[in-house]
């Protein structure tokens, strides 16, 4: 089992930034790859972007690359999100989620753990 707790979430003004954290309590973290997801109101919930095990595979939704981030400390068991000129369609609860050996793919059927989700709200 691994819990994956989220934070950073917050307001923040149209072109401002935000870092999402999320930690997970797992001493095999290096061999998890981790995705990040976010939901819209009234939306269906959305691939963002997600960090191979080995981390050397990074892969982002069109709507955020070139914008966000993901990177992964292992020592620290935690996976970031940096979001950098964020724009008012960012707005959504934020999640990030975990497999085994995963293949980082945007189906977040296909990963097992999940966090609780932070939300980012982004003003006009």
């Known amino acids: 089992q691994v819990q994956l707790v989220e934070s950073g979430g917050g307001l923040v003004q149209a072109g401002g930034s935000l870092r999402l954290s999320c930690a997970a309590s797992?001493?095999?973290?290096?061999?998890?790859?981790l995705g990040w997801f976010r939901q819209a109101p009234g939306k269906d919930r959305e691939f963002v972007g997600s960090?191979?095990?080995?981390?050397?595979?990074?892969s982002y939704t069109n709507s955020v690359k070139g914008r966000f981030a993901i990177s992964r400390d292992n020592a620290k068991n935690t996976v970031y999100l940096q979001m950098n000129s964020l724009k008012p369609e960012d707005t959504a609860v934020y999640y990030c989620?975990?497999?085994?050996?995963?293949?980082?793919?945007?189906?977040?059927?296909?990963?097992?753990?999940w966090g609780q989700g932070t939300q980012v709200t982004v003003s006009s």
């Open positions: 797992t001493r095999t973290f290096t061999g998890y790859t």
């Open positions: 960090i191979s095990w080995s981390a050397d595979s990074v």
């Open positions: 989620a975990a497999e085994w050996r995963g293949l980082g793919l945007g189906d977040a059927r296909t990963y097992t753990y």
